[in-house]
């Protein structure tokens, strides 16, 4: 129940709901939602971190089976992780009173940096989480040679 009423109308079912005061706007569901088919898009987080060896990306992406996502890597260095989130059968008699999971497709895209092995990228997916390493190319010292000046 809210203490501050609402200047646009309600559209709360339940007495019980706490106020959100982005509730009333165009887009839907709260601050931080994107409209429409993008909202799956930006929901897809992905964490990427730098070891000594390699660049590993870590992605949530719970109910989403392992065929239902796809790693690529295309144009020489863009990793691309993109996929499909289905959406739950809903029956005739069921009532629902709250949505927030996303489903729809996602993709996320990231520039590789210049030292990766691209032709030896590994992914695993346990437990709804998504891993993708990219180990590291050897840097090589330039081979310094050196001139006796005459």
Known sequence: MSLIPSFFGSRRNNTFDLWDPFQEFPFTGGALSVPGEMASFANTRIDWKETPEAHVFKADLPGVKKEEVK???????????SGDRRVEKEEKNDKWH?????SGKFMRRFRLPENVKVNEVMAAMENGVLTVTVPKAE??????KSIDIC
């Open 98 to 102: 709250r949505v927030e999971r996303s």
């Open 71 to 81: 790693v690529e890597v295309e144009e020489g260095r863009i990793l691309q992780i």
């Open 139 to 144: 840097v090589k010292n330039p081979d310094v």
